[in-house]
């Protein structure tokens, strides 16, 4: 398996957003320029005093014709005991202390009826009733007070957007989902009948718990849904919401979590009041592993905030102050560093393990997903669950999705078989990639994977045939050799782990006879040996050694139980491992090395036929250790062509029919 160095990514340059209007600094330009009009009319340095004058000087300069315009404010009853005389002149004679010539005038006194017809007589007065003290009070404190009530309702809009990530750190984030929209019900989830069962349980006590209470049961407190990525533990828990009809709540176990100890804690706490006050309702907390880690564990004795976290969740499940009604639906898939008190009954009562789906259930789970797929009439979705054990809920989804991806750039109306097949190599092995490589490189690579199809197909008893070989780089590796069960893989026999060891070998030492040299291809291929032949001496007693476990603690000191790691093995019986694991490698390699050179001839013809087709199905390395040729017609490859030919479509559906489909991936493929 000759790997290839991952290219780097080329650094993308980051385009700027267009212009947006943005109404805050519009509100910051608007109180700026008020304030500066308040400053400006209020400053004493800038405002002109008017100049002070007599009643007699008033009605004199009136009579003289130099009083340009002028007001009489009288008393609020009418009387003239005391009235103020404001106008301008017509000529700026008069200064004022400060020296600074001004037209206006001022004037404050008892007014006569006399000097009053002789103001009237010059039509330059007006007479108005002078203002209350609440109302002078009123004008000159309303612009301040206007003033200061645009600031206070700029400022406190900024605290209140602010409290939202401040102040308000302790309200539980977990999100009320919708009954109504995108409702899923137990007919969406398949592939874990098991798990429904147990589930279901819970939706039938939310719907009618008489019927359990009256028998003395107890519905668990809490359910904890174990597996693998991809298994459809979140899905689960979507149906179970949407069957049951309740008030749902949603929440991460990250979102607990927090560089300030005690906010996780305050959202538990807030967590649990909200689901009280809409009980009955279910919690669900995905990624539980997030919080819920051991307590004490890793290196530096734990972290503070998580763990008080983790002490007020476990109260609010299990505590003094319990109220029923509210259900913690959880998931993870590391249920092994949970701290132990998070397990116990009462809190978690019961732990679901949604496992990867058999061939019925990725069948079921096919069916779930064909529904928006237009797939053609021929297509059997039972042959394309036989052919992909191990493979996960998400994974057969992602399936279908790439084979109508591919579909839609072949100009195709329908998903074909050619799609799928093509489809589930792309997301087993990777996609291919046309690299430029020379005649050294290719007759490299063939012989490499020749070696391994070549030790497989001899050493195979039936279980593990192979399914394709070629030399178009997939992946980070020039080629590829796949071997597909036929059918799940629950347990790992001796005999079979042997012989992956010795297929493993086989492109090595193919080079090594044909080319006289060695590579670094078979790095990848040498780790998965060396771990196989580890597990079978440590774990899983399957050498001279005995029936012993020498694995010991493989824990990381940031995730495990333990600060620092312990051995269990002395020096003389790891000294010994070494051995054992050095002998199975080396007898394999002997047998591998024996297969290939009794069979010399049929590893040149499997390299060449690489050389010329680039891609040689499993039956065809068959017909050539038989026949010593290959028989059956090779189909031409279709991946890397943006459409496809009607006559190319009409000879490869020949060429691959729908019955190759039945040998499926394997779990954990084995590129050479």
């Given at each position: 398996?000759p790997?290839?160095e991952?290219?780097?990514?080329r650094r ?6 267009p212009d947006?209007?943005?109404p805050k ?6 109180a700026?320029a ?10 004493p340095?800038i405002?002109?005093?008017?100049a002070?004058m007599t ?5 004199t300069k ?6 340009k315009t002028a007001?009489i404010q009288?008393?609020?009853?009418g009387g003239r005991?005391w009235?103020l005389i404001t106008?301008?002149?017509n000529?700026a004679?008069?200064k004022?202390e ?9 004037a404050a ?5 006399a ?10 007065f007006v007479?108005?009733?002078n203002t ?6 009123a ?11 645009f600031?206070?309702?700029?400022f406190s809009?900024q ?6 990530g ?8 977990a999100?009320l989902?919708?009954r109504?929209r995108d409702k899923?019900?137990?007919a969406?989830v398949a592939?874990?009948?098991?798990a429904?069962e ?7 006590f ?7 209470t009256k028998?003395?049961g107890?519905i668990?407190r809490?359910?904890l ?14 149906a ?5 009809d309740?008030?749902f ?6 979102d607990?979590v927090e560089?300030f100890?005690?906010?996780?804690a305050?959202?538990v ?10 009980a009955p309702?279910?919690i669900?907390i995905?990624?539980?592993?997030a919080?819920?880690r051991?307590?004490g ?18 109260v609010e499940?299990d505590g003094?102050d319990?109220t029923?009604g509210v259900i913690?639906i959880?998931a ?5 560093v ?14 679901i393990?949604?496992d ?5 259930g990725?069948?079921?789970i096919?069916r779930?997903?064909a529904r928006?797929i237009?797939?053609?009439?021929n297509i059997?979705l039972?042959?394309i669950?036989?052919g992909?054990p191990?493979l996960?809920?998400?994974e057969?989804?992602?399936l279908l999705n790439?084979a ?6 072949r ?5 074909e ?5 093509d489809?589930?190599?792309k997301v087993q092995?990777g ?8 005649d050294?490189e290719?007759?490299l690579?063939a012989y490499?994977?020749?070696g391994?199809?070549l030790v497989q197909a001899?050493l195979?008893?039936?279980h ?5 070989v070629?030399?178009?780089?997939r ?13 799940d893989?629950?347990?790992?026999a001796m005999?079979?782990?042997l012989?992956q060891i ?5 492109g090595?030492?193919a080079?090594e006879?044909v080319l006289?040299?060695i ?7 040498i780790v998965?040996?060396?771990t196989i032949?580890?597990?079978m001496v440590?774990?899983?007693?399957m050498?001279?050694l005995?029936?012993i476990?020498?694995?010991g ?10 600060i620092?790691r312990?051995?269990n093995?002395?020096?003389e019986?790891?000294r010994r491992?070494?051995?054992?694991i050095q002998?199975?490698?080396?007898e ?12 010399r001839?049929?590893?040149?013809k499997?390299?060449?036929?690489l050389?010329e087709h ?6 065809h390395v068959?017909?050539i250790?038989e026949?010593?040729e290959?028989?059956s017609?090779?189909?031409?490859a279709?991946?890397g062509k943006?459409?496809d030919k009607?006559?190319?479509?009409k ?6 029919p729908?019955e190759?489909l039945?040998?499926g991936p394997a779990p954990s493929?084995?590129?050479?």
């Amino acid at each position: 398996m000759p790997d290839i160095e991952p290219k780097k990514p080329r650094r993308q340059l980051k385009t700027l957003p267009p212009d947006r209007f943005q109404p805050k600094v519009l509100i910051f330009w608007i109180a700026l320029a008020i304030a500066v009009v308040a400053l400006l009319y209020w400053s004493p340095g800038i405002t002109v005093s008017p100049a002070q004058m007599t009643i007699y000087e008033v009605v004199t300069k009136a009579e003289a014709n130099e009083v340009k315009t002028a007001t009489i404010q009288t008393d609020p009853t009418g009387g003239r005991d005391w009235v103020l005389i404001t106008g301008d002149l017509n000529e700026a004679t008069l200064k004022n202390e400060r020296g600074a010539k001004t037209a206006s005038f001022r004037a404050a006194g008892r007014l006569t009826d006399a000097n009053m017809e002789r103001l009237q007589k010059t039509n330059k007065f007006v007479e108005k009733p002078n203002t209350t003290v609440l109302t002078q009070l009123a004008l000159s404190v309303l612009p301040v007070v206007i003033i200061i009530g645009f600031l206070y309702f700029l400022f406190s809009r900024q605290l209140r957007q602010a409290g939202r990530g401040a102040l308000n750190f302790g309200k539980s984030r977990a999100k009320l989902l919708t009954r109504d929209r995108d409702k899923i019900t137990f007919a969406d989830v398949a592939g874990c009948d098991e798990a429904k069962e147990e589930v279901s349980e819970v939706v039938e006590f939310l719907k009618d718990p008489k019927k359990f209470t009256k028998m003395g049961g107890r519905i668990p407190r809490g359910i904890l849904m174990v597996g693998a990525p991809g298994t459809g533990k979140t899905l689960l828990a979507k149906a179970v919401a949407g069957e049951a009809d309740v008030p749902f709540f949603s929440i991460s176990g990250s979102d607990f979590v927090e560089m300030f100890v005690g906010v996780g804690a305050s959202r538990v706490r807030d967590m649990f009041e909200q689901g009280r006050k809409s009980a009955p309702c279910l919690i669900f907390i995905d990624e539980i592993d997030a919080v819920g880690r051991q307590r004490g564990a890793g290196l530096g004795g734990g972290n503070d905030e998580r763990e008080q976290t983790l002490n007020s969740l476990l109260v609010e499940m299990d505590g003094f102050d319990t109220t029923e009604g509210v259900i913690i639906i959880a998931a993870t898939n590391r249920p092994d560093v949970l701290d132990s008190a998070l397990l116990r009954p009462g809190r978690f009562d019961r732990q679901i393990y949604v496992d990867l789906p058999d061939m019925i259930g990725r069948e079921q789970i096919l069916r779930v997903h064909a529904r928006k797929i237009n797939l053609a009439d021929n297509i059997d979705l039972g042959v394309i669950a036989r052919g992909t054990p191990g493979l996960s809920g998400a994974e057969l989804a992602n399936l279908l999705n790439e084979a109508a991806l591919l579909a839609a750039r072949r100009n195709r109306k329908k998903v074909e078989n050619q799609d799928v097949e093509d489809a589930r190599e792309k997301v087993q092995f990777g996609r291919e990639r046309r690299r430029l490589m020379d005649d050294e490189e290719k007759k490299l690579t063939a012989y490499h994977e020749a070696g391994h199809a070549l030790v497989q197909a001899v050493l195979d008893d039936g279980h593990l045939p192979v399914h394709k070989v070629t030399i178009i780089p997939r992946g980070r590796s020039l080629g590829s050799t796949m071997f597909i069960p036929k059918k799940d893989v629950l347990t790992q026999a001796m005999k079979r782990m042997l012989n992956q060891i010795a297929m493993g070998l086989g492109g090595r030492i193919a080079e090594e006879l044909v080319l006289g040299d060695i590579s670094s291809g078979a790095a990848g291929d040498i780790v998965q040996i060396t771990t196989i032949a580890r597990h079978m001496v440590c774990d899983w007693g399957m050498s001279p050694l005995g029936p012993i476990a020498y694995g010991g603690n493989h824990d990381t000191v940031f995730l495990g139980r333990d600060i620092q790691r312990t051995e269990n093995v002395s020096e003389e019986t790891a000294r010994r491992i070494d051995v054992e694991i050095q002998r199975i490698i080396s007898e394999q390699y002997e047998r591998a090395k024996a297969i290939i050179s009794e069979r010399r001839s049929a590893l040149d013809k499997i390299a060449e036929a690489l050389l010329e087709h680039e891609t040689l199905e499993g039956r065809h390395v068959l017909e050539i250790l038989e026949f010593g040729e290959i028989r059956s017609p090779i189909a031409a490859a279709f991946i890397g062509k943006p459409a496809d030919k009607p006559e190319e479509k009409k000879a490869a559906d020949k060429a691959a029919p729908s019955e190759d489909l039945g040998a499926g991936p394997a779990p954990s493929p084995t590129p050479a």
